[in-house]
């Protein structure tokens, strides 16, 4: 059974449209543990959209769970993140005109700076993840930069229904037997909601997945801690 971490950025979305001080996704970190999260994720963007440096500071004194950290290979961000020192950080690729992370990095064209970040970040004693499609390329890549673990972008999954569906799962579940095969976590993220979670949380030797906007969405209507709890419970059984 995966462990659940819950994405907390689309609080500070929420936040940052009034650029005021509430809600705090700090409050957010705090109901997502009560409610039984095993991992806070939250991501840094170089443009600070969402999350500001000061809800890093403050979680990272406060979240008694793990602490996730999602980053691009900028050179301002990856400092910062091996001065606070999360327990994990996942590299992802970062465009200012994306709504969300559009998909998985490219290490095949990028090798070198993810490298660079990935160097710095172990010297700092952070575990690295990498955000990447279901990619047998990129999955070599990976093993050969020495991660570790993968994060299986599942976007296109969450987009697609029926057999179209069937098969980015089974695309998914081929990506995780490559990945626990070379020796690295396998994690999952983007997209999944209530309704398309369970077959990715079986994907055999699934360890987490990372969760936001449908908790967020869900929280809305029957607060944050009870959406957190509802997620759990399906990802668990």
Not at 63 to 84: F, G, M
Not at 122 to 139: T, Y
Not at 163 to 185: D, F, N, P, S, V
Not at 209 to 235: Q, W, Y
């Amino acid at each position: 059974m995966p462990n659940l971490g819950v994405n907390i950025d689309h609080i500070a979305t929420i936040r940052q449209a009034r650029k005021t001080n509430e809600p705090d996704p700090v409050w957010a970190a705090a109901l997502a543990e009560l409610g039984g999260a095993d991992c806070i994720t939250l991501h840094l963007r170089e443009d600070r959209r969402h999350i500001q440096d000061r809800d890093l500071e403050v979680m990272r004194q406060t979240v008694k769970v793990k602490l996730n950290l999602e980053l691009a290979t900028e050179a301002e961000v990856v400092d910062i993140a091996c001065r606070v020192k999360p327990d994990q950080v996942t590299l992802v690729p970062e465009k200012r005109e994306e709504v969300t992370t559009e998909g998985g990095l490219d290490l095949v064209s990028h090798e070198a700076a993810v490298a660079r970040a990935m160097e710095k970040l172990k010297e700092a004693g952070i575990s690295i993840n990498l955000f990447l499609d279901p990619d047998e390329a990129q999955i070599e890549m990976a093993a050969k930069l020495k991660a570790d673990g993968i994060e299986l972008h599942t976007g296109q999954y969450a987009l697609t229904s029926g057999k179209a569906q069937q098969k980015e799962l089974t695309r998914l579940t081929i990506a995780g037997e490559q990945i626990c095969g070379a020796g690295m976590e396998l994690l999952a993220g983007h997209g999944l909601t209530y309704t398309n979670v369970q077959p990715i949380a079986q994907i055999p030797e699934m360890a987490e997945l990372n969760i936001g906007h449908s908790i967020v969405s869900r929280a809305v209507f029957v607060g944050f801690r009870d959406a957190v709890s509802e997620m759990k419970r399906l990802i668990t059984v």
